[in-house]
Every structure is written in C-alpha cells, then in structure tokens.
C-alpha cells in the first residue's frame, strides 16, 4: 500500500472505512495481504491483486491515514482498464 497522493488515483475510485482498527476492511482467497502504509495495520488479507486496483482506497481505523494498493507500477495516467484493446 502507499499513502495517497493529490492526483495519483482516479477520482471515480472510492474509500473503504475500516471502522473496526482489529478487523480488515477486505477478506479474500487470495495470496496478499495489505497493510497500512504509515501504522503496519492489517487493511486486507487474502486479496488477489485485480481486486486491489488503484481505484480501491481503504483509510486505516488506526491512524486514519488513506492507503491505495500498489499492484501496478505504471504512472496513474497511463493505466488503462485491462482486457480493452
């Protein structure tokens, strides 16, 4: 995860509150787990990566700080939606 940034996820994206700092906000089946960038707090655990996209922002209950999946290396405005030619 990494702090969000002015301009770096798209404004349609939204925000997961984890209300509960001992409970995650996601659970999946998945291989990754996602921790808060600032406190270490688990935000979601068993994720796979195409359900982490940088439209998903989840603000940690911990220490409020607003965290953004980095699952694609690409600058934001050269990310595009897969499977579009």
């Given amino acids: 995860?990494?702090?969000v940034r002015p301009g770096s996820v798209p404004s349609d994206g939204g925000t997961a509150v984890q209300e509960d700092p001992g409970r995650p906000v996601f659970r999946g089946n998945g291989p990754n787990d996602y921790l808060c960038v600032e406190c270490g707090?688990?935000?979601a655990t068993g994720m796979d990566p195409e359900h982490m996209t940088f439209r998903v922002r989840v603000r940690?209950?911990?220490c409020r700080t607003i965290?953004?999946?980095v699952n694609d290396d690409r600058p934001p405005h050269e990310r595009g939606r897969r499977g579009r030619g």
Avoid: D, E, H, S
């Fill in 1 to 3: 995860m990494q702090r």
């Fill in 60 to 62: 940690c209950g911990r």
């Fill in 41 to 43: 707090n688990v935000l």
């Fill in 67 to 69: 965290n953004v999946a």
